[in-house]
């Protein structure tokens, strides 16, 4: 099987691999780079689990190909915090419980983190369609609704 020497930014930091041309995303970051914080979940692109930042913008790790991102810059849930601690998002997250089993919870907040970049005060309508496409089994989603306006009230009080 042929393979193909690619490099990716990811958190900030470039990291070589050698993948098959067919390697999803998804699995080059949780087995060959080790960050397991990119969940798969129903691996056809529907439930938003594998959600990460390429070069900003929220993609589906598992329908994206790592070779067609070489030389991108990926953002997984393991590269939001900052230096002194916990994303805005991240924090808002466990403040209003915006999660039950966490399964969800890593592409929850890559897509958050963008929503809120392009959108820093969102109505409750805009919450609801920039997270339409992350499904969660457990909440009732309204925490989540809940988690999106406090992670845009801490961004407001640290600008």
Known sequence: ?????ITLVVNGSARQVSVPARRLLSDCLRHDLGLTG????CEHGVCGCCTVLLDGEPVRSCLTFAVSVDGAEITTVEGL???????PVQRAFAECHGLQCGFCTPGFLCTVTALLRDNPAPSDEEVVEGI????????????????????????????
């Not at 915090?81 to 994303?87: E, Q, R």
């Open 1 to 5: 099987m042929q393979r193909h020497e």
């Open 38 to 41: 990119t969940h798969v979940g």
């Open 81 to 87: 915090a900052g230096p002194d601690g916990m994303s």
């Open 132 to 159: 339409s496409g992350n499904l969660c089994r457990c909440t009732g989603y309204q925490n989540i609704v809940k988690s999106v306006h406090r992670a845009a009230e801490l961004m407001a009080e640290e600008a």
